[in-house]
């Protein structure tokens, strides 16, 4: 039960976190979750945008392994575009920080160092 109540605020840290790293000229498809795996599939105006994004999840407190599946050329709306798909994963609560320290932006559920 309290990994259920540590973990209900995933979606809104994912989502909020999607926003904040996202570079300019990158535009998400779709977004899936699989557990602690997110699938992100999407298009950049280059290669170079999507190696960005890569280094924003890495740095990130609450994503983390972004792992580039493929990333191809295709024609949308009559222009050339980079469709890519990498696989990213949520940091739970309990890897967020290592034991005794709370990650920057931790719900208030993570345990803190005792007092």
Same mark, same amino acid.
Do not use: C
């Given at each position: 039960?309290?990994t259920?109540?540590?973990?209900?605020?995933?979606?809104?840290?994912?989502? /909020?976190?999607?926003?904040?790293?996202?570079? /300019?000229?990158?535009?998400l498809?779709?977004?899936r979750?699989?557990?602690?795996?997110?699938?992100?599939v999407?298009?950049?105006?280059?290669? $170079?945008?999507?190696?960005?994004?890569?280094?924003?999840?890495e740095?990130?407190?609450?994503?983390?392994?972004?792992?580039?599946?493929e990333i191809?050329?295709?024609?949308?709306?009559?222009?050339?575009?980079?469709?890519?798909t990498?696989?990213?994963?949520?940091?739970?609560?309990a890897e967020?920080?290592?034991?005794?320290?709370?990650?920057?932006? $931790?719900?208030?559920t993570?345990k803190?160092?005792?007092?």
């Amino acid at each position: 039960m309290e990994t259920l109540q540590a973990n209900r605020t995933e979606a809104v840290h994912l989502l /909020d976190q999607l926003v904040r790293q996202l570079p /300019d000229g990158l535009y998400l498809r779709s977004v899936r979750q699989n557990g602690a795996k997110v699938t992100l599939v999407g298009y950049a105006q280059s290669n $170079a945008r999507v190696s960005t994004l890569m280094r924003n999840i890495e740095s990130s407190p609450w994503l983390t392994a972004p792992e580039l599946v493929e990333i191809k050329s295709v024609p949308l709306d009559k222009q050339k575009v980079n469709e890519f798909t990498l696989n990213l994963r949520i940091k739970r609560a309990a890897e967020a920080a290592p034991p005794g320290k709370v990650p920057p932006g $931790a719900p208030p559920t993570a345990k803190g160092p005792s007092a």
